[in-house]
């Protein structure tokens, strides 16, 4: 007998659902008024994109602390006391005076951010089991193109409602931009409320299980994942879906916007483009993410391999679209955008299967400290630094644009390399220029440039992923067996040798090594692709 879903099970999806929405809508609200930002600190493009370098950093370095917490402590309460410190670092944020300090907050930001990304996922693991738990991490992940998506939207709507009636650059001296991240902190306050009052923690495993697997030092819980081939396969192929979005996401906007500025005449006005990206992030995402996951289900029947695959392909297809959005933008807004709508649907695609695959390759006790480890080395190698670098590569190519495109200030540049002081000084006026004709030309190419180098680095998240799937069913089936041995009392103290045992990448078997003969029988060595719903019975995976 199938299990049901119990309406306290939808109550706790629903809320960590919302608390990822309002995760993401913190992030990209910042991405929204950017311009603003940078006009009222005055700084330039690496600047810009250090903002959301530091606040990653910060993310990723906290994850291991809140992946050990969570594998060993209450989540509920590790859950409230993040979301309450980010939701009260970013309103702060909104109130200081200079750019350091504002970047500063940004850090702490992440701090309390990386409680709940490492955390969250877990929580759905441990509710539900083959294709209910894919179900619902796709709604889980429907979070992260949507909320970015209502983060630009915000951060637009604040500017317009705010600014309107102002010029460009009196909205820039009024400081409109500061109440876009008055929003979200209040949101986080609901959001704790709810955790307190309505979220309920499951055992860890319990759906499958797995719940009297014990826990084990943080040492054998990273042995065990580093050579777990599956995991860390995964983790590199996200490190470059994460390094080509984080970039992107961060500068489009802006991207876009000085696309419209470098027109005669442009078929979208300037205005609307944060909106207009901010939909077609949501949408892309609406339509990204739930059919990921679903080809994953269907395919993966007949195909064990399928997952790994959809999201190789995927990424394969999305490059050279959001590559041609990029050259394209020069001449027309509109063409520009649809091209980067359909790259952003295939690219999408992954959220969702990267997330499972993570979660049924690693026993129900290591993966906080698995979703820990994902986060630091995707963002260490992904979008931390990736924004701030495109960044880097905007201002160098800069100085490389043709004289005869150039302004005096950008002449500056070029003429005083080998002064910093002069070139930083000469940098920012041209970004405090939203006007400035030439100087907007410089920083569209400049930008432009960057971005198809950086949309590269989705060819060799391909190769990864392609690799990966060469491991996948393998490493599936290991975590299954351990987790079937766990249910019989007789084998718990075999079971927590098999745990603290490093990860066997030899046997090609689907039995754990030295497995007594009756489980091995009970398994008959067959290649199980994926944990069917009706191996729960009862009421096990129900509202007790």
């Given at each position: 007998?199938?299990?049901?879903?119990?309406?306290?099970?939808?109550?706790?999806?629903?809320?960590?659902?919302?608390?990822?929405?309002?995760?993401?809508?913190d992030?990209?609200?910042?991405?929204?008024?950017?311009?603003?930002?940078?006009?009222?600190?005055?700084?330039?493009?690496?600047?810009?994109?250090?903002?959301q370098?530091?606040?990653?950093?910060?993310?990723m370095?906290?994850?291991?602390?809140?992946?050990?917490?969570?594998?060993r402590?209450?989540?509920?309460?590790?859950?409230?006391?993040?979301?309450?410190?980010?939701s009260?670092?970013?309103?702060l944020?909104?109130?200081?005076?200079?750019?350091?300090?504002?970047?500063?907050?940004?850090?702490?930001?992440g701090?309390?951010?990386?409680?709940?990304?490492?955390?969250a996922?877990?929580i759905?693991?441990?509710?539900?089991?083959g294709?209910?738990?894919?179900?619902?991490?796709?709604?889980?992940?429907?979070?992260?193109?949507?909320?970015?998506?209502?983060?630009?939207?915000?951060?637009?709507l604040?500017?317009?409602i705010?600014?309107n009636?102002?010029?460009?650059?009196?909205?820039?001296?009024?400081?409109?931009?500061?109440?876009?991240?008055?929003?979200?902190?209040?949101?986080g306050?609901?959001?704790?409320?709810?955790?307190?009052?309505?979220?309920?923690?499951p055992?860890?495993?319990?759906?499958?299980?797995?719940?009297?697997?014990?826990?084990?030092?943080?040492l054998?819980?990273?042995k065990?994942?580093?050579?777990?081939?599956?995991?860390?396969?995964?983790?590199?192929?996200?490190?470059?879906?994460?390094?080509?979005?984080?970039?992107?996401?961060?500068?489009a906007?802006?991207?876009?916007?000085?696309?419209?500025?470098?027109?005669?005449?442009?078929?979208?006005?300037?205005?609307?483009?944060?909106?207009?990206?901010?939909?077609?992030?949501?949408?892309s995402?609406?339509?990204?993410?739930?059919?990921?996951?679903?080809?994953?289900?269907?395919?993966?029947?007949?195909?064990?391999?399928?997952?790994?695959?959809?999201?190789?392909?995927?990424?394969l297809?999305?490059?050279?679209?959001?590559?041609?959005?990029?050259?394209?933008?020069?001449q027309?807004?509109?063409?520009s955008?649809?091209?980067?709508?359909?790259?952003?649907?295939?690219?999408?695609?992954?959220?969702?299967?990267?997330?499972?695959?993570?979660?049924?390759?690693?026993i129900?006790t290591?993966?906080?400290?698995a979703?820990?480890?994902?986060?630091?080395?995707?963002?260490?190698l992904?979008?931390?630094?990736?924004?701030?670098?495109?960044?880097?590569?905007?201002?160098?190519f800069?100085?490389?644009?043709?004289e005869?495109?150039?302004?005096?200030?950008?002449?500056?540049?070029?003429?005083?390399?080998?002064?910093?002081?002069?070139?930083?000084?000469?940098i920012?006026?041209?970004?405090?220029?939203?006007?400035?004709?030439?100087?907007?030309?410089?920083?569209?190419?400049?930008l432009?440039?960057?971005?198809?180098?950086?949309?590269?680095?989705d060819?060799?998240?391909?190769?990864?992923f392609?690799?990966?799937a060469?491991?996948?069913?393998?490493?599936?089936?290991?975590v299954?067996d351990?987790?079937?041995?766990?249910?019989d009392e007789?084998?718990?103290?075999?079971?927590?040798?098999?745990?603290n045992?490093a990860?066997?990448?030899?046997?090609?078997?689907?039995?754990?090594?030295?497995?007594?003969?009756?489980?091995?029988?009970?398994?008959?060595?067959?290649?199980?692709?994926?944990?069917?719903?009706?191996?729960?019975?009862?009421?096990?995976?129900?509202?007790e």
């Amino acid at each position: 007998m199938e299990a049901q879903v119990t309406k306290r099970q939808y109550v706790t999806v629903g809320i960590i659902c919302f608390i990822n929405l309002i995760n993401y809508m913190d992030r990209y609200t910042v991405a929204a008024i950017l311009f603003d930002i940078q006009g009222s600190f005055g700084i330039g493009e690496a600047e810009g994109g250090l903002l959301q370098t530091a606040f990653i950093f910060a993310y990723m370095i906290m994850a291991p602390l809140f992946g050990w917490l969570g594998d060993r402590y209450n989540r509920k309460w590790l859950l409230s006391a993040g979301i309450l410190f980010w939701s009260l670092s970013t309103l702060l944020g909104s109130f200081m005076p200079d750019y350091v300090s504002f970047l500063v907050l940004r850090c702490v930001v992440g701090v309390g951010e990386a409680s709940y990304t490492t955390i969250a996922p877990t929580i759905i693991s441990d509710l539900f089991i083959g294709d209910k738990r894919s179900k619902m991490l796709a709604v889980f992940n429907f979070a992260i193109p949507v909320g970015a998506g209502l983060g630009y939207i915000l951060g637009s709507l604040v500017l317009f409602i705010g600014g309107n009636g102002m010029t460009d650059d009196d909205r820039v001296a009024n400081e409109v931009w500061r109440w876009g991240l008055r929003v979200t902190p209040w949101m986080g306050v609901i959001a704790v409320v709810m955790i307190i009052f309505l979220l309920d923690e499951p055992a860890r495993g319990k759906c499958e299980g797995g719940q009297n697997i014990k826990t084990t030092s943080l040492l054998d819980d990273l042995k065990y994942l580093l050579k777990n081939e599956a995991f860390v396969l995964n983790t590199l192929g996200f490190t470059a879906v994460t390094f080509v979005m984080g970039a992107l996401a961060w500068w489009a906007p802006n991207f876009i916007s000085l696309g419209v500025d470098v027109q005669e005449s442009s078929n979208v006005p300037k205005d609307y483009v944060s909106v207009i990206f901010g939909a077609e992030s949501m949408i892309s995402g609406l339509i990204g993410v739930p059919l990921g996951a679903y080809l994953g289900r269907r395919l993966r029947v007949r195909y064990p391999k399928a997952d790994p695959v959809v999201c190789g392909i995927g990424i394969l297809i999305a490059a050279p679209l959001i590559i041609l959005a990029t050259f394209t933008a020069e001449q027309n807004t509109l063409l520009s955008i649809l091209l980067c709508f359909f790259g952003l649907i295939f690219q999408n695609l992954n959220w969702s299967i990267v997330t499972d695959m993570m979660l049924y390759t690693v026993i129900p006790t290591r993966r906080a400290t698995a979703s820990a480890l994902l986060i630091l080395v995707s963002h260490t190698l992904g979008d931390a630094g990736s924004p701030y670098l495109m960044g880097l590569m905007a201002d160098g190519f800069a100085r490389l644009i043709p004289e005869d495109n150039t302004t005096t200030t950008t002449t500056e540049i070029a003429v005083t390399l080998s002064s910093t002081a002069a070139s930083t000084e000469s940098i920012i006026s041209t970004t405090a220029d939203p006007d400035g004709g030439d100087d907007n030309y410089v920083r569209f190419k400049s930008l432009q440039y960057a971005m198809a180098i950086v949309t590269s680095v989705d060819f060799i998240g391909t190769i990864f992923f392609v690799w990966l799937a060469f491991y996948i069913v393998k490493a599936k089936n290991r975590v299954d067996d351990i987790v079937k041995d766990s249910k019989d009392e007789n084998h718990l103290a075999e079971i927590s040798g098999h745990v603290n045992a490093a990860y066997d990448s030899g046997t090609t078997e689907n039995t754990t090594v030295d497995q007594p003969e009756k489980m091995k029988n009970g398994i008959n060595g067959s290649v199980n692709t994926s944990i069917p719903d009706e191996s729960i019975t009862g009421t096990e995976c129900q509202d007790e």
